[in-house]
């Protein structure tokens, strides 16, 4: 007899798997950052979404760098040329990790983040 899962069931497992990966990846940033900038500092996103395209870049799935690392997953209207924005929404995601600050100096816009401590 062929058990047939529901619906509901793959969407539940395909919803714990997402989660479990996105730890991983905060996780990652939290372990990164403090090496790229001191204890309260602010590090921009931009920066912080090149180095981590470094050295995960090749490691993660496909789908993960696709959603946390580049913007083809996300609205063009919202990400705007960001290739960061997956990030930053997943960034803004975690308020009791991570800090975000978004600085505008003329026309240009500068999203940083810092840790939670």
Known sequence: MVKTRSRADREADNQLLLQLEEKEVISSITTL???LCGPGEQFPIEKLHAKLFEIYGHVWH????R???????CPKREAKGRPWFGL??????????FSIHT???GRVVSEL???VH
């Open 103 to 105: 600085e505008f100096k």
């Open 62 to 65: 496909r789908s993960r760098v």
């Open 33 to 35: 950052l403090p090496s």
């Open 67 to 73: 959603r946390y690392l580049t913007s083809e997953e």
């Open 88 to 97: 930053l929404m997943l960034l803004k995601k975690y308020p009791e990790h």
């Open 113 to 115: 983040v810092s840790l």
